[in-house]
């Protein structure tokens, strides 16, 4: 059990310019979870996927966000034109379907100039 | 709706002290909670879990909570604050539609005190 994993560890970027991230989740759940996190709060939940599948979107998620699970395994999100509001941690998570407890990966910090 | 609220922000106890940091919670139902704990630059780490057993639940590294229904208090506590302790600390309510996403609270930082 290698753990959550993500990459990178932190971006830095320029107001407009697209972002992705990568979740590498451990490696017998099925199911993933993204969280934003921002400055002095606690996580929030962006979306979520079971096996390929993306079964539920926040409202947080504008139309500039997409995440994708092609084959079940890792997990990308993307950020297209960033806006300075984007800057924050984003944290992957992760679980096997119909427990509770969700493994938290180290995040990827954004800074958005 | 299920919520939790963590009534103190920034909390400060002198090593060798103990240690409460108070979350209450709302919930439709009998609720899952957790206490997760984020030391700086590092990912959140689960440090015990409620599921509807034993209302006093023991943790990793002398952390313990108490379920109280009557409350609706989840309140995290340790004897003795060790210096390694200081970090941030988030009660978090499992939200029990298909999703199982969690609901976390705003936070609390502690702050040990050599």
């Known amino acids: 059990d290698t753990g959550v994993s993500q990459d990178p560890r932190h971006k830095i970027t320029k107001r407009g310019q697209n972002v992705t991230f990568r979740c590498d989740p451990i490696s017998e759940h099925n199911r993933l979870y993204w969280y934003r996190q921002t400055l002095g709060q606690g996580p929030e939940f962006l979306t979520y996927f079971q096996n390929e599948a993306q079964l539920e979107k926040s409202r947080l998620l504008s139309d500039r966000f997409s995440a994708e699970r092609p084959k079940g395994s890792f997990s990308t999100l993307e950020i297209q034109r960033t806006e300075q509001g984007d800057s924050a941690m984003y944290l992957c998570?992760?679980?096997?379907?119909?427990?509770?407890?969700?493994?938290f990966g180290p995040g990827t910090r954004l800074t958005v100039l | 709706a299920q919520s939790v609220t963590q009534l103190d922000s920034h909390v400060s106890v002198s090593e060798g002290t103990p240690v409460l940091l108070r979350c209450n919670y709302s919930s439709s139902y009998s609720p899952s909670l957790f206490w997760y704990v984020q030391h700086p630059n590092k990912g959140l780490q689960l440090l015990l879990k409620?599921?509807?057993?034993?209302?006093l639940v023991k943790g990793i590294n002398g952390f313990e909570a108490e379920f109280k229904k009557s409350e609706t208090s989840f309140h995290l506590t340790k004897p003795s604050a060790h210096m390694s302790d200081a970090a941030e600390y988030f009660c978090?309510?499992?939200?029990?539609?298909?999703?199982?996403?969690?609901?976390f609270g705003s936070g609390t930082r502690l702050l040990v005190r050599p």
């Open positions: 409620y599921t509807s057993a034993a209302t």
């Open positions: 978090v309510v499992l939200l029990r539609d298909s999703s199982y996403k969690l609901i």
């Open positions: 998570a992760s679980s096997s379907a119909g427990t509770d407890t969700q493994y």
